[in-house]
């Protein structure tokens, strides 16, 4: 029996659900509106056996456990618009042949004999197959466990929810399957469990809100840090920085066409901004009068080592950028002493530094102009952060960013032209890679209604699957708090 809080769980999921919803929960029954839940009563012992008898097969103890809480279920996250009820549950061959003779085919397997559980020679080897979480690679599927798959959801967005009975946990769990007509294979999961839990963390990430465990010792895949709510404040506050250098890192990590430099002084500005934001939010804290940041230097320690003579020893220097001003340096080896005396030299006390204006960008809107073809574009924003439509593979569009100037005062003479540099990475769901669509400085006059536009033209994406854009801009020329947005859903077909 499944010890896992399904009730807690389902509560909380269907609250945040429709609360991300708006105006769209009319659509809704009014009853569901009212109680804040989205599944239904639960399945009696006696409906769970005759789906079982039906079936011909005892369902795995997650699953069953889920049904006992609610006989279905409405929404989870954009792609999935409904689970089954056990009179609904299915075999994947019996509605959907004609997609599964086309993943078969896409696998190049089509006009293979399929062999069965009791095959010793599987198409995939256990040592790639039985690997879960982040280092699971969603191309490498048994597509011959499709015709013994269980289908548990309705096909939504060209997805489907599936059990396999073929890969079975020491707890009688069944293997569980995100089945999109977009990836190379499937996002597996050791149980149904597992793989709610991991959905349940991806409608937070598409909407943009921070993630709190229900169950935090449980594994998650595409996991993230577990914050506890009622730890000491010092625990949280890492906590807090720990999740935000490594949901910052994941797009930095693969970065295409960036110097090292360049990603270092990125990284650590929005690092900065998000995790003071992040503790923050969550904590109100009163830090001390005495003490204020006045100046912030970034030291990164470079090596290098000749492709021409590789038994040479390695070569080390030093960069030290200094944040406030932009002003950078670097140093033939890596000797602190040297640093010393630089750094204080850049140093302005407070008399001598002009208080700077507090300046703040504000992205407001993304757009994905088309094709002349396309009357209209697809728009992105902080009421609805989702593109709505598919882009095709290599189809060039371009990118349009909206953007604000929070406290720019167009009568200052030190306001009058501002440089900006924008950024725009695509991540790439299926395969976890990042590639740089956009990186232009701009030099521009103030503008009276310090709205600006960024265009980043000519994007194509070659590989098909969900993208997650990140879009951040920051000021050159003055201090200011960096525009960050993130669109969670781009497909590409």
Not at 264 to 288: D, G, R
Not at 430 to 438: A, E, F, L, N
Request: glycine share 4%.
């Amino acid at each position: 029996m499944s010890s896992f809080d399904w009730e807690s769980f389902l509560k909380r999921w269907s609250q945040e659900i429709l609360e991300s919803l708006g105006s769209d929960r009319n659509n809704l029954p009014p009853e569901v509106i009212e109680s804040g839940w989205l599944g239904y009563p639960g399945a009696t012992d006696e409906q769970i056996a005759q789906a079982e008898v039906r079936l011909g097969t005892q369902l795995p103890p997650s699953y069953r456990a889920f049904l006992e809480v609610t006989n279905g279920w409405r929404q989870t996250t954009p792609f999935i618009n409904k689970l089954w009820t056990t009179e609904e549950i299915e075999w994947f061959s019996v509605r959907n042949q004609s997609w599964l003779n086309a993943l078969l085919a896409r696998s190049e397997q089509a006009n293979a004999e399929f062999p069965n559980s009791s095959s010793p020679h599987p198409s995939i080897p256990d040592e790639e197959y039985l690997i879960y979480g982040r280092d699971q690679d969603c191309s490498k599927i048994r597509a011959e466990y499709l015709q013994t798959a269980l289908e548990i959801s309705q096909r939504g967005e060209a997805a489907i929810y599936l059990l396999n009975p073929q890969i079975v946990t020491e707890t009688g769990d069944w293997e569980a399957w995100f089945l999109g007509d977009w990836l190379p294979g499937a996002d597996r999961y050791r149980s149904f469990q597992e793989m709610m839990q991991a959905e349940y963390e991806n409608f937070l990430e598409l909407r943009d809100t921070p993630f709190q465990a229900i169950a935090p010792t449980t594994h998650l895949h595409r996991s993230k840090t577990l914050s506890d709510p009622n730890s000491e404040f010092a625990q949280s506050a890492s906590t807090a920085a720990a999740e935000t250098d490594s949901s910052l890192m994941e797009g930095l990590g693969k970065m295409d066409n960036l110097e090292q430099t360049d990603q270092l002084e990125t990284t650590e500005e929005l690092a900065q901004t998000k995790e003071l934001e992040t503790i923050e939010n969550s904590y109100p804290v009163t830090l001390p009068d005495e003490w204020r940041t006045s100046d912030s230097f970034i030291i990164e320690i470079q090596s290098h080592q000749g492709a021409a003579q590789p038994d040479q020893p390695t070569h080390q220097r030093a960069l030290v950028r200094h944040i406030e001003t932009g002003t950078s340096v670097t140093f033939p080896n890596l000797d602190a002493a040297i640093f010393q005396q630089w750094i204080p030299s850049q140093i302005k006390t407070a008399d001598d530094r002009a208080t700077p204006a507090s300046l703040k960008l504000e992205i407001m809107q993304l757009r994905v102009i088309r094709s002349p073809q396309f009357a209209t574009a697809m728009v992105a924003d902080s009421d609805y952060p989702l593109f709505g439509e598919a882009v095709e593979t290599s189809e060039p569009f371009t990118l349009e960013v909206l953007m604000r100037v929070i406290g720019a005062d167009p009568e200052k003479q030190e306001d009058r032209q501002l440089i900006y540099r924008a950024q725009c990475f695509a991540h790439h769901l299926p395969t976890q890679s990042d590639t740089c669509i956009g990186d232009i400085t701009i030099h521009t006059p103030v503008q009276a209604t310090s709205v600006y536009v960024v265009l980043f033209p000519e994007i194509r994406l070659q590989q098909p699957g969900i993208y997650r854009l990140k879009v951040w801009v920051t000021l050159q020329n003055a201090a200011a708090t960096p525009g960050y947005f993130k669109v969670p859903v781009l497909q590409v077909v």
